[in-house]
Nanobody
Framework: QVQLVESGGGLVQPGGSLRLTCAAS????????MGWYRQAPGKQRELVAR???????NYGDSVKGRFTISRDNDKNTVYLQMNSLKPEDTAIYYC?????????RGQGTQVTVSS
């Protein structure tokens, strides 16, 4: 069992920045890929960013060039730096961790971009 705790969400004005953090509980299993997904009201959940244990990243098209994902394997922590935020980035952001064949998801953190 892996527990994920997200932090760093909040209210920010358009053009602003936020940094999300997701800390995974210590586990005897090795976490492989970690990532962030988001879900806005009335919309499907979508991939924001994903990172392998070796640091290979991929991003959803809508956040490329604005968001950066990183991780610290020693701390079992993944980060999401979000810059140039737009109102359409408003959503609940969920952390995800893969321990094959299982996926774990956090409770989510709200990000609201509004003036």
């Amino acid at each position: 069992q892996v527990q994920l705790v997200e932090s760093g969400g909040g209210l920010v004005q358009p053009g602003g920045s936020l940094r999300l953090t997701c800390a995974a509980s210590r586990s005897r299993f090795t976490i492989s890929n970690m990532g962030w997904y988001r879900q806005a009201p009335g919309k499907q959940r979508e991939l924001v960013a994903r990172i392998t244990r070796d640091g290979i990243t991929n991003y959803g098209d809508s956040v490329k060039g604005r968001f950066t994902i990183s991780r610290d394997n020693d701390k079992n922590t993944v980060y999401l730096q979000m810059n140039s935020l737009k109102p359409e980035d408003t959503a609940i952001y969920y952390c995800n961790a893969e321990v094959p064949p299982l996926n774990y998801r956090g409770q989510g953190t709200q990000v609201t971009v509004s003036s």
